[in-house]
């Protein structure tokens, strides 16, 4: 599975910006896809992701501010990041979960980076 990620950018604190990420390949064997993200000197962590059966799991420090959703048809996740914080800065990652002769592997996009300026 290959994941091409786009958007990102500056923006000020409370605006707002959408992550996309399309996937090619075994984009059958994918069972989640979603978006981690990474901090300046912090690890990576899980922001949202959702599953093929629509289960969305989202972190605590953007409930209510951020939504992800899925175009199964296009094989593409979006993240829509609303009411933006300088603590969202960070490079985001595009993440899908795959099975593939029952073995689990995990694929990463690029990163993108997003930065908000108080």
């Known amino acids: 599975v290959q994941l091409q990620a786009s958007g990102g950018g500056l923006v000020q604190t409370g605006g707002s910006l959408r992550l996309s990420c399309a996937a090619s390949?075994?984009?059958?064997?994918?069972?989640?896809m979603g978006w981690y993200r990474q901090a300046p000197g912090k690890q990576r962590d899980l922001v949202a992701s959702?599953?093929?059966?629509?289960?969305?799991n989202l972190a605590d420090s953007v409930k209510g501010r951020f939504t992800i959703s899925r175009d199964f048809d296009k094989n593409t996740v979006y993240l829509q990041m609303d009411s933006l914080e300088p603590d969202d800065t960070a490079v985001y990652y595009c993440?899908?979960?795959?099975?593939?002769?029952?073995?689990?592997?995990?694929?990463w996009g690029q990163g993108t980076l997003v930065t908000v300026s108080s």
């Open positions: 390949g075994s984009t059958w064997s994918i069972s989640a």
């Open positions: 959702m599953t093929s059966g629509g289960t969305t």
């Open positions: 993440h899908a979960e795959n099975y593939a002769g029952g073995h689990r592997a995990d694929s």
